[in-house]
């Protein structure tokens, strides 16, 4: 494991995400994913962490790891239609991963997903961390409405909580 990146984590407290994204911040991206739902039939998770936990540093796990196993911890796959997607950020390595469940991954290329995360890299470098969020909200469903747009003749029903999740309080 590189020196540099155990300390980052180390040092990384988990009141860097409070910094980043203070509750007035999660409770406008919550706002942001419930009207983003309301175009689509897709659910979106957003979860964010100061660092990752130990047991990924030992191994020197990518911080995509971490996303897929918090994909599953967080229950994103569980929708009707395998279109739910997960928004993660890790703060120490800069990590912005999207993870998209089969039903809407077989539809967008790997290239719009890296898209969407560069644009929010580009957001978060300038300090603007809840708008690189909103951002990035806002292109997912946009990528949501296109192959699961919502319907006229049924309830968009909320399969997922939209409250952000804070890890590693």
């Known amino acids: 494991m590189e020196l540099g990146r155990w300390l980052r984590h180390w040092l990384r407290s988990p009141r860097a995400v409070e910094r980043a994204l203070p509750p ?4 406008r ?5 419930a ?5 689509h039939r897709g659910e979106i998770r957003f979860a964010v962490e100061a ?3 130990w047991s990924y540093l030992k191994r020197d796990a990518p911080v995509r790891q971490r996303a897929e ?4 911890k967080l229950r994103v796959w569980d929708t009707d239609e395998r279109n739910g997607v997960l928004f993660y950020v890790e703060l120490a ?13 077989a539809q967008v290329a790997a290239g719009q997903w890296q898209a969407i995360c560069g644009e ?11 708008g690189g969020v ?8 946009d990528l949501l409405a296109q192959h699961f747009p919502t319907r006229d003749d049924e309830r968009n029903a909320d399969e997922l909580p939209n409250r952000p999740v804070v890890l590693g309080r």
Not at 29 to 33: C, G, K, V
Not at 69 to 72: G, N, Q, R, T, V
Not at 120 to 130: H, K, L, S
């Open 35 to 39: 009207q983003g739902e309301a175009a």
């Open 134 to 141: 909103i951002v990035g909200i806002e292109r997912i469903g």
């Open 24 to 27: 007035a911040a999660l409770e």
């Open 120 to 130: 929010v890299a580009q957001r978060f470098a300038t300090g603007e961390f809840e």
């Open 29 to 33: 991206i919550e706002r942001a994913i």
């Open 51 to 53: 660092s990752l936990p």
């Open 69 to 72: 196993m918090l994909f599953a």
């Open 93 to 105: 390595d800069h990590g912005i991963e999207i993870v998209a469940d089969r039903g809407l991954a």
